[in-house]
């Protein structure tokens, strides 16, 4: 991608951040936001590759976010109109440019305006204009994904990831799946270090099975797990 001299620029503001607030924004696609911003000119068309977005977050955090994850808040900026997708060249690579702030507030309806002008004595019952606005409302927000299952889902990615890690590789559609996904990273990390002190995938024949096993049960029960064989099941 070649560079340009708004790559610096950032002109993000407070305001930012309450739209953020307000569409449940999660912070990995905020981050991507910013990201955006830097590449080109606000209002521009521009061709950003998502690969060198997640080069970029690798330094930072460690690790890049899992392609299904990319592509979901790719889409949250998209679906809250940050961003406007000109012409998709892959799921990675398209055109398009990012919307300024002044874009995203809908603007004032005129038609109320005309109404009062011209309609003096017409009197609009305010209980329905109350309702229709509460149904606009409502289905937004059955729209808009909530600021908790985003936290849910980048917990449910680092489980994955780090399970990924030591070559043990869940299908996220599985309903097994659902089980590891109960448990703390933090617990699902310490029972890969007793997978790796158990002799790992020389010893262990389905470490799927073995490590949602251990997870059920207390830590002091890792090494009878093991003895029992629940790698073998």
Known sequence: ????????????????????????????????????????????????????????????RGRPYAHNYLKKIFEILVSCRVLQVIKRYCWKISKLLVRPLSWLNPPKKPREKNFQKNNSSYKIDASNDSNAEQGVNSSSNSLTPTTAEFEELEKQHDILTACAEYQIYFDPNKRTTRHLLEFDIEDVRNALKHFVKSGGHQVIRKPQGWLIGCLRECYSDFSRDVEKGIGSR
């Open 1 to 60: 991608m070649t560079q340009n001299p708004f790559k610096n620029n950032l002109p993000w503001t407070e305001e930012h951040d309450a739209y953020c607030y307000q569409h449940h924004i999660p912070p990995a696609a905020k981050i991507l936001w910013q990201w955006l911003m830097r590449q080109g000119q606000i209002a521009s068309e521009i061709e950003p590759d998502l690969s060198e977005f997640n080069t970029w977050v690798a330094k930072s």
